[in-house]
């Protein structure tokens, strides 16, 4: 599995960072981690395009986690008709996305492209998920755990989730948003990954170290970072807080690579 962060910035896109998104490979299928803005262009830098994705998998609904969802939809039916072989699925925490995404798809005539080049059966799906495993398609499973980061918004549907990915034997869990107090990052889950992606905004460092000294993981890779977080000298600052952790830590930046 290879694992390319196309974007690492937190709520806003920085001088050096995109929003968050992270690309996945893995036996010659493509796959993204969220898509906030930037990410389509990100592709296109790395020689990719949105038809090329298999999946899309939002841990939040926030802004800077979806934002490139649109025009992912709209280039991957422009270009379905370069890879008749390949469907592309975008999996939502909230349902009620979906309507307004269908919405906005139908406003730019953006199915058109598809049903015009007789392929409509395979266009680009939006679909909900929920609590649990949902995602298999005999490359790469996918298990969603419930995060507090939305529970100011539960009222209106809001829901989060940290994702485990698992493939050919290799297993990474991505964080998504948490709290501020840190006690909904998903420790059991986490347990004994390959590798461990961690938000880095929401919460001070200091809340974090005794739930990381409990972690047991090949490595633990900071994304999503807060500005303080993308200076020199606050990624000093971390690095000293975690170097007594029995596992190495790193900052990811826009085209950290890491392969298990």
Same mark, same amino acid.
């Given at each position: 599995?290879?694992?390319?962060?196309? !974007?690492?910035?937190? !709520?806003?896109?920085?001088?050096?960072? $995109?929003?968050?998104?992270?690309?996945?490979?893995?036996?010659?299928?493509?796959?993204?981690?969220?898509?906030?803005?930037?990410?389509?262009?990100?592709?296109?830098?790395?020689?990719?395009?949105?038809?090329?994705?298999?999946? =899309?998998?939002?841990?939040?609904?926030?802004?800077?986690?979806?934002?490139?969802?649109?025009?992912?939809?709209?280039?991957?039916?422009?270009?379905?008709?370069?890879?008749?072989?390949?469907?592309?699925?975008?999996?939502?925490?909230?349902?009620?996305? #979906?309507? !307004?995404?269908?919405?906005?798809?139908?406003? #730019?005539?953006?199915?058109? @492209?598809?049903?015009?080049?007789?392929?409509?059966?395979?266009?680009?799906?939006?679909?909900? $998920?929920?609590?649990?495993?949902?995602? &298999?398609?005999?490359? =790469?499973?996918?298990?969603?755990?419930?995060?507090?980061?939305?529970? +100011?918004?539960?009222? $209106?549907?809001?829901?989060?989730?940290?994702?485990?990915?698992?493939?050919?034997?290799?297993?990474?869990?991505?964080?998504?948003?948490?709290?501020?107090?840190?006690?909904?990052?998903?420790?059991?889950?986490?347990? &004994?990954?390959?590798?461990?992606?961690?938000?880095?905004?929401?919460?001070?460092?200091? &809340?974090?170290?005794?739930?990381?000294?409990?972690?047991?993981?090949?490595?633990?890779? @900071? +994304?999503?970072?807060?500005?303080?977080?993308?200076?020199?000298?606050?990624?000093?600052?971390?690095?000293?807080?975690?170097?007594?952790?029995?596992?190495? =830590?790193?900052?990811? +930046?826009?085209? +950290?690579?890491?392969?298990?």
């Amino acid at each position: 599995m290879k694992i390319t962060t196309l !974007g690492t910035s937190h !709520g806003d896109p920085t001088p050096g960072h $995109f929003c968050t998104s992270v690309l996945l490979e893995q036996g010659g299928r493509y796959y993204l981690v969220d898509a906030g803005e930037g990410a389509n262009p990100r592709l296109v830098q790395h020689g990719l395009c949105a038809a090329m994705l298999s999946a =899309v998998w939002i841990t939040h609904v926030h802004v800077d986690h979806v934002g490139s969802v649109p025009i992912l939809c709209e280039q991957a039916e422009k270009y379905r008709k370069n890879y008749p072989d390949l469907s592309l699925r975008i999996y939502f925490p909230e349902e009620q996305m #979906i309507a !307004g995404l269908e919405a906005w798809r139908r406003s #730019i005539h953006s199915g058109r @492209f598809v049903m015009r080049a007789g392929n409509a059966d395979i266009a680009t799906k939006l679909l909900a $998920f929920k609590e649990g495993a949902f995602y &298999n398609d005999g490359t =790469v499973a996918v298990t969603a755990i419930p995060t507090g980061h939305m529970e +100011y918004l539960k009222e $209106f549907g809001g829901q989060s989730y940290a994702l485990k990915i698992e493939a050919d034997g290799k297993k990474v869990l991505f964080t998504g948003d948490l709290k501020r107090s840190f006690e909904d990052f998903p420790l059991e889950a986490a347990q &004994n990954c390959d590798a461990v992606f961690c938000e880095l905004t929401h919460y001070p460092l200091e &809340n974090a170290i005794p739930t990381f000294e409990k972690l047991r993981t090949g490595c633990l890779v @900071f +994304y999503h970072l807060g500005g303080l977080w993308q200076s020199e000298e606050g990624m000093k600052k971390a690095l000293d807080m975690c170097a007594h952790l029995p596992y190495p =830590v790193e900052f990811s +930046y826009d085209d +950290y690579e890491l392969e298990l």
